[in-house]
């Protein structure tokens, strides 16, 4: 398995342009709150109890990805997670509980919206999604978004 390190590094090949890396800072968590909140809304088999959904089931597996990446990783992303699905919940029920598949729609709009924002950022920046190498890349976009960046040494 590669090191956090390196799928950053490759991550970040191709998203240098400012442009590019604006875009994503603001649509990749839209995405990954998107998906959540669209996973929530749908129905979990046999689940009498709110905490058993797609979402936590789905979130659970990407932090054992997580995880295995960097334990800091894995501690951010499950406290991210928590306050999701609580955020995830309180909209439920204070907005969408009494109209029916509301949350799914407006988080699919998000959705789309946003990768349509990615897909021009990817235009600008003139390189391929990382994504379309390896579908990993789904789940270090978040991590690139929020894990700092440290500039080059200049040279004098």
Known sequence: MKSLQNWLEEYGESHQNKTNILIHKLCVPLIFISIYFILFSLHFPLAKSMY??????????????????????????LLFGFL????????????????????????SIIFVLAWIGQFI????????PSFLKDLQFL???????????????LIP
């Open 52 to 77: 058993l959904n797609w979402a936590n089931v789905v979130y659970l597996l990407a932090l054992i990805f997580y995880f295995r990446l960097s334990f800091r990783v894995g501690i951010g992303f």
């Open 139 to 153: 789940l270090i976009g978040p991590i690139w978004v929020v894990y700092p960046r440290r500039k080059p040494k």
């Open 121 to 128: 950022g990817h235009k600008i920046e003139g390189k391929k």
């Open 84 to 107: 999701l699905a609580l955020f995830a919940f309180i909209a439920w029920m204070m907005w969408f509980y009494f109209s029916d598949n509301a949350m799914l729609r407006y988080s």
